[in-house]
């Protein structure tokens, strides 16, 4: 993980899914854990995905809201 990688979970919405538009540190929590149960998408959607729902599973969505008041 590094620093820009938190930062595009505050900042990138989204592309497609029932969440399209939907930046993607905002997604809910059931929607992250379908993915981690049928798996990830390819590429960096997926890992964003992916680090988020690490994230918000460990409860740690408080260290995004620094770089929420950024914007």
Not at 4 to 20: N, V
Not at 29 to 38: G, I, S
Not at 48 to 63: K, V
């Amino acid at each position: 993980m590094n620093p820009e990688d938190l930062e595009k979970l505050t900042t990138l919405e989204m592309p497609y899914g029932k969440y399209k538009g939907r930046i993607i540190a905002d997604l809910p929590a059931h929607y992250l854990n379908w993915f981690a149960r049928e798996g990830f998408p390819q590429g960096e959607w997926g890992r964003l995905l992916q680090l988020m729902q690490e994230i918000d599973h460990n409860g740690l969505s408080t260290l995004l809201e620094p770089l929420r008041q950024r914007k």
